[in-house]
């Protein structure tokens, strides 16, 4: 078993380094004019598939920093292992996606057209990630011994 704080914890480093990467590789291609005419177009792909999960990791340290009577709830090692090894995979497919622009040399057109495209395996792993981060982030009852 796994404590509920420390996978929150993991979650919040592994979520926050690989969001902060993306974006700042983001805002340098952008503002290096990478993206040329269709720059919202790209940041109009990430944002939905970045933010909504780094708002509810952020409400929720905000919700409980100032809380002491914090329930020790525990996770099976498993369900931990998992959902971090999803959201590193995750992360790292949104990076290389973006990375690959410059790598590949694509045209910005068949590179976004590929964004779009990856939308559809994107919307496959957070169909079982957003859950997944839901019942760490969002669950607030103690869990029943």
């Known amino acids: 078993m796994v404590s509920m704080e420390r ?15 993306i974006l700042f590789l983001m805002i340098g291609m952008s503002v290096g004019g990478q993206f040329g005419t269709q720059t919202q177009e790209v940041w109009e792909w990430l944002t939905p598939n970045i933010m909504p ?15 002491h009577d914090l329930p020790d709830r ?3 090692k498993e369900f931990s292992t998992i959902l971090q090894i999803l ?6 497919h949104l990076l290389l996606f973006i990375a690959g622009k410059q790598s590949f040399s694509m045209d910005t057109e068949h590179w976004i057209a590929l964004l779009h495209l990856s939308s559809f395996w ?17 669950t607030k009852k103690k869990a029943d011994v």
Do not use: D, E, H, N
């Open 7 to 21: 996978l929150q914890f993991r979650l919040t480093v592994i979520w926050f380094t690989g969001a902060g990467l």
């Open 53 to 67: 999960t780094l708002g509810a990791i952020v409400s929720t340290l905000a919700a409980t920093a100032l809380q």
């Open 74 to 76: 525990q996770v099976r």
């Open 87 to 92: 959201s590193i995979f995750y992360l790292l």
């Open 122 to 138: 994107l919307s496959v792993l957070q169909a079982v990630m957003v859950p997944m981060l839901g019942v760490v982030f969002l």
